[in-house]
T-cell receptor, first 114, second 112 residues
Framework: NAGVMQNPRHLVRRRGQEARLRCSPMKGHSHVYWYRQLPEEGLKFMVYLQKENIIDESGMPKERFSAEFPKEGPSILRIQQVVRGDSAAYFC????????????FGQGTRLTVV | DQQVKQNSPSLSVQEGRISILNCDYTNSMFDYFLWYKKYPAEGPTFLISISSIKDKNEDGRFTVFLNKSAKHLSLHIVPSQPGDSAVYFCAASISGTYKYIFGTGTRLKVLA
């Protein structure tokens, strides 16, 4: 999973601030997925994007969360007005297609809201 | 509603013996299954996958078995090594979609 780059690795935000998490997929991968892992839980799907398109955001909270994958540059997961419950590990994954191919995960961004 | 379940949160196995990790699912539409391994502070690493047209897939020390009628899959690691100590997640998806539904993970500890 070394090819999927996420930054920052650790992010501390005060309640009410904004958090921006970045993800650069593996070379040649045009499909990006964001997952969230809360303590003692599995990974939960949040959003699936292709270049300039949100394909499925059914796992995203309706408010304060947004994602983009612009034509140039990394995918961004943005959380506005963070609350303590947003503290989690956020993982990005990429794949060359969505048809029965494994997704490769980045090392994650651990967000702590204080 | 937890569609993918790993009912054993932890498992300890002696080095050299077999590790068997289990996973159950409820959605009969799932037809592609994967196992990921995760070390602390790292992202999940893909291990092995299986399509529902098969009942077994093997890769080195890792074998995944799928029992569709029981909606059950298992990962066998033989022989187990201390470096295998990690959290193992199973995941399921439906062909033509892109969402992996993950289980809650099993923490494997291989004792030297």
């Amino acid at each position: 999973n070394a090819g999927v780059m996420q930054n920052p690795r650790h992010l501390v935000r005060r309640r009410g601030q904004e958090a921006r998490l970045r993800c650069s997929p593996m070379k040649g991968h045009s499909h990006v997925y964001w997952y969230r892992q809360l303590p003692e839980e599995g990974l939960k799907f949040m959003v699936y994007l292709q270049k300039e398109n949100i394909i499925d955001e059914s796992g995203m909270p309706k408010e304060r969360f947004s994602a983009e994958f612009p034509k140039e540059g990394p995918s961004i997961l943005r959380i506005q007005q963070v609350v303590r419950g947003d503290s989690a590990a956020y993982f990005c994954a990429s794949s060359p297609s969505f048809m029965n191919t494994e997704a490769f995960f980045g090392q994650g961004t651990r967000l702590t809201v204080v | 509603d937890q569609q993918v379940k790993q009912n054993s949160p932890s498992l300890s196995v002696q080095e050299g013996r077999i590790s068997i990790l289990n996973c159950d699912y409820t959605n009969s539409m799932f037809d592609y299954f994967l196992w990921y391994k995760k070390y602390p502070a790292e992202g999940p690493t893909f291990l092995i996958s299986i399509s529902s047209i098969k009942d077994k897939n093997e890769d080195g020390r890792f074998t995944v078995f799928l029992n569709k009628s029981a909606k059950h899959l298992s990962l066998h690691i033989v022989p187990s090594q201390p470096g295998d100590s990690a959290v193992y997640f199973c995941a399921a998806s439906i062909s033509g979609t892109y969402k992996y539904i993950f289980g809650t993970g099993t923490r494997l500890k291989v004792l030297a």
